[in-house]
């Protein structure tokens, strides 16, 4: 995840062109109670789906195969980076459970260079080619498409084998850390607010933590909430003026 910071960049971006959209929708509308009113649920919408969907606090980092494998979220806070580890095996490329079967791609030698930074820093520092070449062979040996079930875990397989192993004409596989979101366990601080703390709060060493972002998730709900009840309560009361008037 070499974009991350470049990601929370863009959102902080993207959050201010909003707050500006909205600034001119409110200015520019005839009645200014209702267009807040209809920002406010907005806002509220985009905030649940920030915290519980698209970012949420704390996420599963370990996914237990069948067989003694698991697969591993690496975080490496001076890049950023994130990567998925298939224990003793190899990194992680793709990832998705078929037939009741766990259905991966690991990195060949070449691709883990490019992809991990820690492989790449570690071939880096390899003087001896020949030594570099051996340690190369022995990672893609290890290469290509796994299938782990409870009955068996066959590695080093092409895409296809894969296919007609399990008579299906896709795989269909997504990167590893929706599956592990969603089948993991071992849940700690997300990748998201690690990287906030790391390097959009310098001032503190252990960063917000993860009570402090669940306080704050619900604190900007709980606020919506309430502001959402009072702005309903102005445009009823609008409501009733305008009918007394009539």
Known sequence: MFGAVYLAMMLFRV??????????????????????????????IFTVLFFFVWFPVKENTVLNLKNGYSVSTEYNEAIPEVNYYLSNIGYLGKLGKIKGSWVGYVYNANEAIDEVFYV?????LMEDEKNKQEEMKEIDKKSGYFIINSKEQTLHLTEEQVKEKLKVKNLNLKNPEKII????????????????????????????????????????????????????????KEIKRKDRDK
């Open 120 to 124: 790449n820093a570690d071939f880096d």
């Open 181 to 236: 979101r969603k089948y993991g366990e071992k849940k700690e601080k997300s990748t998201f607010y690690k990287i906030i703390d790391d390097y959009f709060i310098p001032f503190s060493d252990n960063g917000i933590g993860i009570i402090g972002y669940e306080v704050i998730k619900y604190f900007a709900i709980l606020i919506l909430i309430l502001r959402i009840i009072y702005l309903r309560k102005l445009l009823k």
């Open 15 to 44: 959050l201010v062109v909003i707050i500006a959209v909205m600034a001119i929708i409110i200015s520019v509308s005839k009645n200014k109670l209702r267009t807040i009113f209809g920002i406010d649920i907005a806002i509220l």
